[in-house]
């Protein structure tokens, strides 16, 4: 049965940081494939600078091109919102019942991680694939040697997706932080030049 972790975000835009660790999860993990699972803009939520669905998950699709174990996914578009992870995970299991699902999520998620709908069902069915975060706060002893949970020693990848929309709009090269052909979309598109 393949391993498949579910790397959730806006990827607005999806950058380097986002791709460094989808392959780390493939390549230094015990995960078959990673999918890159793109977040519908939340109805209930102010649009602010948030692209499109399509034109988000299209950026996922050229960033992934050469990485035949990253996929991207849009299964998020066609669930009711507004959303919650449990409801993916219970979709996507039906979905695919020969297929194991984890979730991928930085230190930051985890130590929210109780504040989300159903975590303890989460907890108790999936396993959970930590990346390091320079963050705030302390991860809830209930977290610590959990057996589902799993932290892998990923590089830490301090990129943002708003520092990038930022440094476009403030006419900045930050060619180096995206992947070439979503670097190409963006400044095809004229995105986030405001």
Known sequence: ????????????????????????MVEFSDLDEVWMVVTPH?????????????HRLEM??????DYPNIKP??????????????????HLGERYPNKS???????????GLHKWKNY????NNY?????????????PETFENHPKINIVTAPIMEISSTFIRKAIANRKNIQPL???????????????KQ
Not at 3 to 14: E, S
């Open 120 to 123: 303890e069902v989460i907890l």
């Open 73 to 90: 996914n849009n299964i998020e578009f066609k669930l009711p919102q507004p959303n919650y992870t449990i409801d993916t995970l219970v």
């Open 101 to 111: 699902f984890c979730l991928i999520m930085g230190m930051d998620n985890l130590k």
């Open 42 to 54: 939340n109805p209930f939520k102010k649009k602010s600078t948030l692209l499109d669905n399509h």
């Open 1 to 24: 049965m393949k391993k498949i972790g579910l790397y959730f975000g806006t990827f607005n835009p999806v950058h380097m940081g986002h791709l460094a660790i989808a392959n780390h």
């Open 178 to 192: 995206l992947p070439h052909k979503v670097w190409q979309y963006i400044d095809l598109m004229n995105f986030y």
């Open 60 to 65: 996922v699709y050229k960033a992934v091109e």
């Open 127 to 139: 396993s959970v694939y930590v990346y390091p975060r320079v963050s705030e706060g302390k991860v």
